[in-house]
């Protein structure tokens, strides 16, 4: 069994700093991807960011220069700093990663999310 563990959301105001982790834990034999979702009220669920086992990232163009997502291998844990945060960065935000568990079949696991409310 693989679990997702978040921590890192608040509430912050506008120009201000969080920091989001997620820790993968169980029987894990390679993670591939890792990265984070985020869903706002009535919106659809969009990717923000990932990263791949050997580094590579991808951003989401509304978070390009104010976020970095990171990963630590040897803890199985993903990270997300978030500057400049604005307004409509306000949401749920999920973790993911593709992890080969007890098979040879990669599969998608999720973290339970954690609320980014951006507020003066």
């Known amino acids: 069994q693989v679990q997702l563990v978040e921590s890192g959301g608040g509430l912050v105001q506008p120009g201000g700093s969080l920091r989001l982790s997620c820790a993968a834990s169980?029987?894990?034999?390679?993670?591939?991807?890792m990265g984070w979702y985020r869903q706002a009220p009535g919106k659809e669920r969009e990717l923000v960011a990932s990263?791949?086992?050997?580094?590579?990232?991808n951003y989401a163009d509304t978070v390009k220069g104010r976020f970095t997502i990171s990963r630590d291998n040897a803890k199985n844990t993903v990270y997300l700093q978030m500057n400049s945060l604005k307004p409509e960065d306000t949401a749920v935000y999920y973790c993911?990663?593709?992890?080969?568990?007890?098979?040879?079949?990669?599969?998608?696991?999720w973290g339970q999310g954690t609320q980014v409310t951006v507020s003066s």
């Open positions: 993911y990663a593709r992890i080969q568990s007890g098979s040879i079949v990669m599969s998608t696991y």
């Open positions: 169980g029987t894990i034999f390679r993670i591939n991807v």
């Open positions: 990263v791949t086992s050997d580094g590579s990232t």
